[in-house]
């Protein structure tokens, strides 16, 4: 058995990203229950990924709080709540619903002898939701950037999922949408790394690095992947 383990990105490939105009859409109606500018508000946000991702923010009230009080704008908790809990409604929508074939692939893997792994950037609200996706009894060991502090393309998140899988590097193949820099850290990083390229996606094309690697176009020929 060349592959002993698969690991997967959760975002763009596991689950679809949301499409980025409904995504900003969302920040807009937060902004309006904080009666702050929509474009400023948008910015800041974006500006406080790295937070999120890496749990510095520990969650999306306390990335709020502190873009209001850049903005010169009360902090009321009560609208504080209702914005988070706009953007929390959307999040577990996306995380609630697998792409096709993501059940039917783990559940082979499984079946078949092979470890199953999650690495994410996400905010500490993914870590909420994902208890209650589909997907979480198929996976073996998920890695939560805003549980260990690190975000991928850091070769630590991909040290510690390989730890937590009892597995090496080379014997595992790392499957995701390619957004920032994330597959060329798992390559780097001794693992198979193949990208999937969902054709309804295409609006996220512009955070994807450009990748000279393998590509799928489906999550069902990672099967194929590990019987080569």
């Known amino acids: 058995m060349k592959y002993k383990a698969v690991i997967f990105d959760l975002y763009g490939t596991l689950v679809h990203n949301f499409p980025y105009a409904e995504s900003n859409n969302v920040l807009k109606q937060m902004a309006l229950e904080l009666t702050v500018s929509p474009e400023d508000f948008m910015s800041m946000w974006h500006d406080g990924f790295e937070k999120r991702m890496t749990g510095i923010f520990r969650n ?6 502190y873009i209001c009080r850049q903005l010169g704008a009360p902090v009321r908790d009560d609208r504080v709540e209702l914005a988070a809990s706009i ?3 959307m999040n577990g929508r996306e995380v609630r619903k697998p792409r096709d074939g993501a059940i039917e692939v783990l559940e082979y893997l499984k079946s078949n002898g092979r470890k199953t792994g999650l690495i994410s950037d996400c905010s500490m609200e993914t870590t ?14 998920a890695v939560f950037s805003c549980l260990v502090g690190v975000k991928k393309p850091d070769p630590q998140i991909y040290q510690i999922a390989v730890d937590r899988l009892s597995v090496s590097p080379e014997e595992c193949i790392y499957v995701a949408d390619g957004i920032g820099q994330e597959l060329f850290g798992a390559a780097e990083f001794g693992m198979y790394a193949v990208q999937i390229l969902a054709p309804d996606e295409d609006d996220y094309d512009p955070y994807r690095a450009e990748w000279n690697g393998p590509v799928i176009s489906s999550l069902k020929e990672v099967i194929t992947l590990v019987n080569d």
Do not use: A, N
Request: hydrophobic share 35%; net charge negative.
């Open 60 to 65: 999306y009230q306390d990335c709020i709080g």
């Open 87 to 89: 953007r929390f409604e």
């Open 128 to 141: 909420m939701v994902w208890k209650d996706s589909p997907l979480s009894p198929l996976i073996d060991q």
